[in-house]
Every structure is written in structure tokens, then in C-alpha cells.
């Protein structure tokens, strides 16, 4: 990213490649979405004979693969609150800070590193659930492959919302500087905003319409066979992704540039 030095980048990634924590988060959901997505499926696969034909109809190979994807992504988000948040618990910021006193790039950097690396692994951790879930739901002929319409996409886009659950968590962590506060905030954001969407859907959908994990429902289907107007549309959807990132980065930055 231009004005930000890539020696700054260099050092942000190592010290998020060297602490124990990133990879035990990944690691959990890595384990939660394949594990999800082997049961999901295999629960599939023994109810489909005595399935409706309107559940038939309804049903969402990829879509059945991915549901782990909803717990693992709170890994996400906490590794994303742990970048900023453990290194203010620890008092390790003034460190930092010493040697890159421009709070604003020490952010971008933080920002960079955490995009990047969330982005790939999160769309490594969707194509492999994927995978699995396709393993499964194959024998029974109920699979489905990445050339078919909307697949590509839908996969895609799980990954995606996994980046930007991190990238949420690095704002609230910037922005709270305590790692279970930033941590509890997100379970907030992804968990608890969903019921008060539902709770206010009596007056209102559009509460529901901006629910993150809402969004996230919608860009990881492959089809529309139900509309409902509880949920955003697909370009809503996308929407709302960029406006989760836009708030709570501009947020985090906020903060980060206030005293340490």
C-alpha cells in the first residue's frame, strides 16, 4: 500500500506469523468448518429420502457445506481484535510505537497484513469445507461442482466474509484496546445484532438488512429459490460487507491515532 513503508509490513507479519495464538484461532476454523461441513452434509444425505419435495426443492448443496463457517468465523474476528488489542494489554504498543511513531501507517500496516493474510486463508478454509461437504454429498448424487452457476461465486464470497470479520475485529480491538472487550463486542456484532434483527422485524427488515451475518447468508448461496424480505439482496449484501469495513476500520484508525 503506498505510505506504507514495506519494512513495516515485513514486521507486522512476523509478529502475526510468531504468536501461538494466530494459528490456534485458524486452526479452530479450520476444524469447525470441515467438521460442520461433514455433518451437515452427512445429515443431508440420511434425511434426503424422507425429505419433502419442497425441502428438496430448497435445499442448498453449497450452502450445507459452509454452515461451519458461521462458527469458525469468530476465530476470524478475535484474531483480528488480538493484532491490536493483546499487543495494548501487554504494553507492548509503546514498543511498537517507538519504533513507528505514525500511528496512522502503524494502523494501515496492522490492516494490510491482517486483509491479506485473513483473505487467503479464509478462502482456503471455504474451498476446502467446500471440498469436504462435496466429498460427502456426492455419493448420494446430491453434489454440486465450482463450473456450476453461482458456485464459484458463493464460495468465494464465504471466504470473503471471513476476511472481513477480521478486519471488523482489528477495528473494534484498535478502537477498545482490551481483548475481551473487543472480543465480546464481536460476538456481538455477528451473533447478537442477527436477533435484535429479528426482534425488530415486527416494525422493521431493514434492521435485518444490515445484519452482517445476513449478508453473509446471502453471498454464500448459490440461488434465490426462496426470496425473503428479511434479507439483502446480493448486491445489498456486498453492500454491506463494504460498509462494515468502512465503519469499523475508520474507527480503529480513529482511535489508533489518539493517545497510546
Known amino acids: 500500500m503506498t505510505g506504507i513503508p514495506r ?3 515485513a514486521a507486522e507479519w512476523i509478529k502475526l506469523r ?3 495464538s494466530t494459528w490456534v484461532l485458524l486452526g479452530c476454523a479450520l476444524v469447525l468448518g ?9 445429515s443431508v444425505v440420511h434425511a434426503w429420502p424422507t425429505m419433502s419435495a419442497r425441502d428438496r426443492l430448497a435445499f442448498d448443496p453449497v450452502g450445507a457445506a459452509l454452515d461451519g463457517l458461521s462458527f469458525g468465523v469468530l476465530a476470524f474476528g478475535a484474531l483480528g481484535a488480538l493484532v491490536v488489542a493483546a499487543e495494548h494489554g501487554t504494553g507492548m504498543m509503546r514498543t511498537t510505537l517507538t519504533a513507528v511513531p505514525r500511528r496512522g501507517v502503524l494502523f494501515g500496516a496492522k490492516a494490510v497484513v491482517v486483509g491479506a493474510v485473513s483473505l487467503v486463508l479464509g478462502e482456503s478454509i471455504a474451498f476446502v469445507a467446500f471440498a469436504a461437504g462435496q466429498a460427502v454429498l456426492s455419493g448420494a448424487h446430491l453434489g454440486t461442482g ?8 458463493a464460495v468465494s464470497g ?32 455477528v451473533f447478537l445484532a442477527y436477533a435484535v434483527g429479528r426482534v425488530l422485524e415486527s416494525w422493521s427488515y ?8 445476513n449478508a453473509a447468508d446471502v453471498v454464500a448461496q448459490t440461488h434465490a429459490w426462496a426470496p425473503r424480505p428479511r434479507l439483502p439482496s446480493l448486491a445489498g449484501a456486498y453492500l454491506d460487507l463494504g460498509l462494515y469495513l468502512a465503519v469499523f476500520l475508520a474507527a480503529g484508525a480513529w482511535r489508533a491515532g489518539q493517545d497510546a
Open 146 to 153: 465450482l463450473a456450476d452457476p453461482g458456485v464459484l461465486r
Open 7 to 9: 519494512g513495516v509490513l
Open 34 to 42: 470441515l467438521g460442520d461441513a461433514v455433518l451437515s452434509t452427512s
Open 206 to 213: 431493514l434492521p435485518s438488512r444490515l445484519v452482517l451475518a
Open 18 to 20: 510468531s504468536v501461538r
Open 158 to 189: 464465504a471466504g470473503l466474509y471471513l476476511s472481513v470479520v477480521a478486519l471488523v475485529g482489528l477495528g473494534l480491538g484498535a478502537l477498545l484496546r482490551h481483548s475481551a472487550a473487543a472480543i465480546t463486542a464481536m460476538f456481538g456484532v
